[in-house]
């Protein structure tokens, strides 16, 4: 099994060091982030529910923060842009979000995957 969540962080650089400057039109730089997904039913494993919204990130402060503990850098901003999952690990989401529909407030799977992460859901091969 094999999932991974993907964002894209705008981080601002800063020099530790008050005799260094940075030139400003250099400060800021776009970074994608791979965040490694817990396989379902694990600790952590509700990360998108807690953290998503419609296939955005929920609260921006909040995504913000959780970015900047990630890199350990000022972060001006982050985007969810998808969750990568492999066949195995999609089918194994769908198992554990239908055993506890009432965690979701949710009538289906369908809906749950909607409401959290819209249609930034890619399933790859195993082979990728």
């Known amino acids: 099994m094999?999932?991974?969540?993907?964002?894209?962080?705008?981080?601002?650089?800063?020099?530790?060091?008050?005799?260094?400057?940075?030139?400003?039109?250099?400060?800021?730089?776009?970074?994608?982030?791979?965040?490694?997904?817990?396989?379902?039913?694990?600790?952590?494993?509700?990360?998108?529910?807690?953290?998503?919204?419609?296939?955005?990130?929920?609260?921006?402060?909040?995504?913000?923060?959780?970015?900047?503990?990630?890199?350990?850098?000022p972060v001006e901003s982050v985007s969810f842009r998808e969750l990568q999952v492999d066949e195995e690990y999609f089918a194994a989401l769908k198992d554990a979000i239908a055993d506890d529909l009432e965690l979701f407030n949710a009538d289906n799977v369908s809906e749950v995957l909607s409401k959290y992460l819209g249609s930034s859901i890619r399933v790859t091969d195993t082979d990728d």
């Open 2 to 73: 094999d999932a991974r969540y993907v964002f894209r962080a705008e981080l601002r650089l800063e020099a530790d060091e008050p005799e260094v400057r940075l030139e400003p039109s250099t400060t800021e730089t776009t970074v994608t982030v791979f965040r490694e997904a817990p396989e379902p039913g694990e600790e952590g494993w509700l990360f998108f529910r807690d953290t998503l919204w419609r296939g955005e990130v929920g609260d921006a402060d909040y995504g913000r923060r959780l970015a900047e503990e990630w890199l350990g850098e």
